[in-house]
């Protein structure tokens, strides 16, 4: 008979072993999948959120007339270019953001229309996430709606701005705001265009919420950016995703102090577990010994036990923890229940970990049924 | 000092004098060391069971009896002295070929059956199958071969009942069909009718028999008086 069905069948005898190994591993599974599920689906409506409502630091020359500022959309001062540099280097220290761009903006007279020039250097993205927003090269334009119909241009048209050729690379859609007369440039043409070189009036930033939720993120950010970048100040976009990132720290802590103590908890019930069952065959292991049985297959026996079980788990702490992730996610995590979908992704992940994690917390009782004196137990009366 | 089974213990002669041994036992002792000293549990014995011999091994409970059937079946290491299985010593061999060794030509079965309760009786008996030495001379499978033996056992209408639905009886019958599935060339049988009533224990003899008279090797350790009757030779341990 194959090993397999050797296990399948015993499983079939030994229900309730089978069922509080399953019963622990699935909870742990189904802890581990839901809190990923809706992780994932608050990370995913966060970033969507802060997408929507773009940068949400704005850091400005400090001289900067505040009225002018709000009524232009723009600083009508500049500061060094180097700054983004400066505060790039600065990260973690007291923030830590996910992109930041710098911008030089200067409304201008382009053909007649009066556009809003925007030059907007590299993005630079935190370790490991993908720039976002407009990248733009060198000698590209984005125009918005309204200049892309005011000057008759669109997508792939070449065009002219003082001296500097250029080709538009894309015409945005009609948005009705200020990006409708918008002209988006290279950070680098902008300063050409305007004879500003090496200027820049402000750069943007998402951060990440870092800080504890306990302080003030806007006091720290002032006090310590007058340190790092001496002349410039910050404006926050206040964010709605405040309040998520926030619960999703509070979340993301919790889950890592809970699941070592929970895995490790697991491994101990799957191996007392396979331990009882060990105990349990010890006649049977001595039986298989006598019949010229080796130790590969009374290993084979426990361990593909074990790992059957990880195996039925895996579907069963999926199942679950899509069903706990949909259905009290929401409330946790505080994001609507409709950005929570089954990531199959953790299933896939399960299916290959968790018969590998019940394998191996049983892996000190198969080492016993291996190590066991056949001749001990068969001799008994 | 070694104390050997001499005639004068071997309370019934045997009639396979002139076959080949099957075992040559010498100076064999097993002891198992202990905090409140050691444990003897099998004291110096010299033995040769030959081919075809039908043996029984009497004596005291604790006298070492199911320890020596233990080292027959290469199942335990001796203390002392060494075991030679036709010519060959098992306790030089790896414990794999030992392995080989009682896949290949030894049957056992014990007083407790020990069947795998989670299989019925026909799959018990073809846990004795193994892919690597099945030979099929008669063209047959090894589900007919196990099937075979449970019919001539009397266990024809059994075979898909797991050993709880048993009597006693019939467990030890599997536990045979099982010891014999491999065809070995010896049946180490360790009290064997210990837990049946006269009658089964009649069916175990005779099946042990039947073995013994197709050119089977058997040592049988046993209590009662019935199983005398159907040994070849006798020794006694003390
Ligand atoms: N693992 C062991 N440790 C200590 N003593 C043992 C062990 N196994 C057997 N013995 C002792 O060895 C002696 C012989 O045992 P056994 O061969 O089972 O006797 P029998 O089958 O003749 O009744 C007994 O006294 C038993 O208690
Ligand atoms: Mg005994």
Known sequence: MSVIKLILREMGLRKWNLALSLFGLSLTLAFIISYQTTAEASKRETRRIVRDIGFNLRIIPDSTNMDDFWF??????????????????????????????ARLQRRFDWNGMNVLLTGISQT???????????????????????????????????AQIGNLSFKISEDLLESGTEEDIR??????????????????????????????????????????LSKALPGAKVLQARAMADARARQR???????????????????????????????????????LRALGHGSGKIAALFLGK?????????????????????????DIFKITAKAISPDYQSLKWALIAAPLFSALSAFIPTAMAVAQDPAQTLREE | MTV???????????????????????GLEKIYPGRNGDVIALKPLDLTIRQGEFLSIRGASGSGKSTLLMILGGMAHPSSGQVLFEGKDLYQMSTGERACYRAQS?????????????????ENTLLAYHKRWFCSDDGKTPVERAKGILTQLGLQHRLTHRPAALSAGERQRAAIARALFNRPKVILADEPTGNLDPDNARGVFEALQTFHQEGGTVALVTHGEMGADYATREIQLS
Not at chain 1, 126 to 151: C, E, F, N, T
Not at chain 1, 313 to 323: K, R, S
Request: one cysteine or more; hydrophobic letters at 45%; aromatic letters at 8%.
């Open chain 2, 106 to 122: 030894i049957g056992f079965v014990f007083q407790m059956f020990h069947l795998a309760p989670y299989l019925n009786i026909l």
């Open chain 1, 72 to 101: 232009d959309g723009y600083s009508s001062e500049t500061m060094e270019e180097a700054h983004l540099k400066k505060l790039a280097e600065y990260e973690n220290v007291f923030m830590t953001f996910n992109h930041l761009e």
């Open chain 1, 306 to 330: 074990a790992a059957v079980t990880g195996l039925i788990a895996a579907v069963i702490g999926f199942a679950l923890g899509a069903y706990l992730a949909m259905s009290v996610g929401p």
């Open chain 1, 249 to 287: 720290q509070l979340m993301d802590r919790y889950f890592g102090y809970t699941t070592p103590f929970l895995i490790v908890a697991c491994a101990i019930w799957i191996g007392a577990l396979a331990a009882i069952n060990v105990r349990e065959r010890r006649s049977e292991i001595g039986m």
């Open chain 1, 124 to 158: 630079i993205a935190a370790h490991g996430k993908k720039p976002m927003g407009y990248g733009i090269d060198s000698g590209s334009l984005i125009i918005g709606a309204q200049v892309a119909r005011q000057l008759e241009l669109k997508k792939g048209d070449p």
């Open chain 2, 4 to 26: 050997t089974a001499t005639p004068d213990s071997e309370v019934k002669q045997s009639t396979e004098k002139n076959s080949s041994p099957a075992y040559e036992v010498s």
């Open chain 1, 183 to 224: 002209v988006y440039c290279a950070l680098e043409d902008a300063q050409e265009i305007l004879n500003m070189p090496g200027k820049i009036n402000e750069i943007q930033a998402i951060d990440c919420l870092c800080l504890t939720s306990d302080e003030d993120p806007l006091k720290i950010l002032r006090s310590e």
